[in-house]
Nanobody, 124 residues
Framework: QVQLVESGGGLVQPGGSLRLSCAAS????????IGWFRQAPGKEREGVSC????????YYANSVKGRFTISRDNAKDTVYLHMNSLNPEDTAVYYC?????????????????WGQGTQVTVSS
C-alpha cells in the first residue's frame, strides 16, 4: 500500500524554523519526484516545493523561495522540507505527495491520494 506520512509540524514563533519529514512506504521512492503542498484555512491547496527523483530538479513557490529548502534521502525513504524565517502566512496544513511533474519552474498536481498532513502554526 502506497503511503506518504508527514510529520514535524508544530507551533513556532515568527522567525523560527521547522523541519518537516515525509516518510514513504509501499513504493520505490527514488522512482518518483516528491512535492510539498499546503492548505491554509479558507484557501486552496498550493504547491510549495518539489524535488526530482535524484534531486536534480527543485522547485520553490515564490512565497517560500530563499526560506525553504527541500531535500531527500532515498536510502531512508524520506523527503524533508527545511523551513526558516517562518511567518504567519506560512500557517497551514502541509502535505507531501507525488506530483505529476517537478521541474525547476513548476510542480504538477498530486496524482495519488492525500495523507493526513502536518499542521504548521506560526504565531507569537
Amino acid at each position: 500500500q502506497v503511503q506518504l506520512v508527514e510529520s514535524g509540524g508544530g507551533l513556532v514563533q515568527p522567525g523560527g524554523s521547522l523541519r518537516l519529514s515525509c516518510a514513504a512506504s509501499g513504493f520505490t521512492l527514488n522512482y518518483y519526484a516528491i512535492g510539498w503542498f499546503r492548505q491554509a484555512p479558507g484557501k486552496e491547496r498550493e504547491g510549495v516545493s518539489c524535488i526530482g527523483r535524484n534531486g536534480g530538479s527543485r522547485y520553490y513557490a515564490n512565497s517560500v523561495k530563499g526560506r525553504f529548502t527541500i531535500s531527500r534521502d532515498n536510502a531512508k525513504d524520506t523527503v524533508y522540507l527545511h523551513m526558516n524565517s517562518l511567518n504567519p502566512e506560512d500557517t497551514a496544513v502541509y502535505y507531501c505527495a507525488r506530483p505529476t511533474f517537478c521541474t525547476d519552474v513548476g510542480i504538477g498536481p498530486n496524482f495519488g491520494s492525500w495523507g493526513q498532513g502536518t499542521q504548521v502554526t506560526v504565531s507569537s
